[in-house]
């Protein structure tokens, strides 16, 4: 109900009816405002019974609430900030699999379709990229999915469609991708919905007695949180007029995926752990990431998404593949999994856009995602990238494989995509020369 509220809201104005006058109207509103903006259950309850008298008034609802938001709200973490992960209850590692069935969860409407096999959080910044060196084409259709006209479609044919979201099949999955993170002790036991034994007494039962009857005073207004996010975007979206982007040089952009990010300043470090955190709990970080303009900022942003997941893209089992298939390169790729398969191919995709560079950048910048995909160090312009994550040295013998590998796919996928593009250009030729014909008759 919160998704087709959600979807609804992106429509025009929506209203929210019930004749039984127990609540329970505040109850579907609070949870939609957990969703919408990232906050705690007290805090969305708070805000509603301030507009609602009377709305979530039993301690039944309340539980709703709560468990709700203890659902969603680790579901939204988009960058897991390491050194956050013991502050934070919703704060753990994910691997590539795991953070694209959590965005399913999450993600509503067109945007679930579009990004069933990419991270939006790659998408986004990647798109972003192509936008400011002037390389960006509208391809995607938001009626389907971003991989389904993709080569790895081609040679696997058509990938199973995904059981939905809460489909017994899922919610199993997802109880196990869960117990990743507990102790034997919290597996065998029945998890607690009490938020408070994470540490978080925000949200702890022992307020429930003080939520009953909760008696909210109009100069507490602005201390609550729903009011602050919906006060940040009214005059973000106020202040942010239509964008006119400045195109900058392709070589900024190769410069800018090829950097050593040690070198950066702290100034710019900073930003770019600002960012992470605005994207993990709020709408507010994401609208920032689609007017940011500097180059520097967004491809790390890409980077220490891609090199901070718990296992690397491209596994031992990837390289095992390589070695023995690299002179068969569909074959190789055709034994990749869907949620790898796809991923790569979209980000050598967005590298073949990146155009026109020189041949030597075009392999820097496929070693860079290989470097960056297999938590590895690589050479690449005369130093060991990435040089401060403490990866280790990918061996020759495997790397010269792997390049060759890669050089032969990304070859592949610019002649697929040149002819899906071309197929495309003709359909729409048609389309119109057909439009005209009507006009005319």
């Known amino acids: 109900m919160v998704k087709v509220l959600a979807f609804a809201v992106t429509e025009g104005r929506v209203a929210i009816h019930c004749h039984a006058g127990l609540g329970r109207t505040g109850v579907l509103i609070a949870c939609y405002l957990v969703y919408s903006l ?14 609602r008298p009377g709305s979530v008034q039993t301690r039944g609802q309340i539980l709703c609430v709560r468990h709700f938001a203890q659902f969603v709200l680790p579901r939204t973490i988009t960058y897991c900030l390491k050194e956050n992960i013991n502050k934070n209850k919703y704060m753990s590692e994910f691997s590539l699999v795991r953070f694209l069935h959590r965005q399913r969860v999450i993600l ?8 069933k096999f990419i991270p939006k959080i790659v998408h986004c910044i990647c798109e972003r990229i192509l936008k400011l060196c002037g390389c960006w084409i509208d391809e995607f259709s938001s009626n389907t999915p971003l991989t389904f006209d993709f080569l790895y479609t081609k ?17 199993n999955s997802d109880s196990l991708f869960s117990n990743e993170l507990k102790s034997p002790e919290e597996i065998s036991s029945p998890s607690s919905p009490n938020p408070s034994e994470n540490g978080d007494p925000s949200d702890s039962f022992s307020e429930l007695s003080t939520l009953d009857g909760d008696e909210i005073r109009e100069e507490l207004l602005i201390e609550n949180r729903c009011f602050q996010e919906l006060e940040t ?3 973000f979206n106020q202040e942010m007029s239509e964008e006119s982007i400045v195109i900058q040089d392709i070589n900024v952009a190769v410069d800018a995926l090829l950097l050593d990010y040690s070198t950066l300043s702290n100034e710019i470090k900073k930003k770019v752990r600002q960012f992470q955190i605005e994207i993990n709990s709020s709408q507010v970080g994401w609208a920032k990431l689609a007017i940011e303009t500097d180059l520097r900022i967004l491809a790390m942003l890409l980077f220490e998404w891609i090199e901070s997941l718990k296992h690397p893209v491209m596994k031992r089992e990837f390289f095992e593949n390589i070695v023995v298939n690299y002179k068969q390169p569909e074959v190789c790729f055709q034994k990749f999994p869907a949620e790898e398969g796809y991923f790569m191919e979209y980000l050598l995709r967005f590298v073949s856009k990146i155009n026109p560079i020189s041949k030597e950048n075009q392999e820097d910048l496929i070693k860079r995602i290989i470097a960056a995909c297999s938590q590895q160090t690589l050479l690449i312009q005369g130093k060991m990238k990435p040089i401060d994550k403490g990866f280790k040295k990918l061996r ?31 359909e729409s030729k048609m389309y119109n020369e057909n439009d005209l014909e009507n006009d005319f008759q």
């Open 155 to 171: 040679l696997n044919g058509n990938i199973k469609r995904y059981e939905s979201t809460y489909s017994l099949c899922s919610t």
């Open 38 to 51: 990232r906050v705690s259950a007290n805090d969305a309850i708070r805000y509603v019974r301030l507009k």
């Open 108 to 115: 509503h409407g067109y945007e679930e379709r579009t990004f």
């Open 396 to 426: 020759d013998g495997t790397l010269a494989c792997t390049i060759e590998f890669f050089q032969s796919l990304f070859e592949l996928i610019e002649v697929h995509h040149s002819l899906k593009s071309s197929v495309y250009l003709e």
């Open 233 to 235: 975007q009214k005059c």
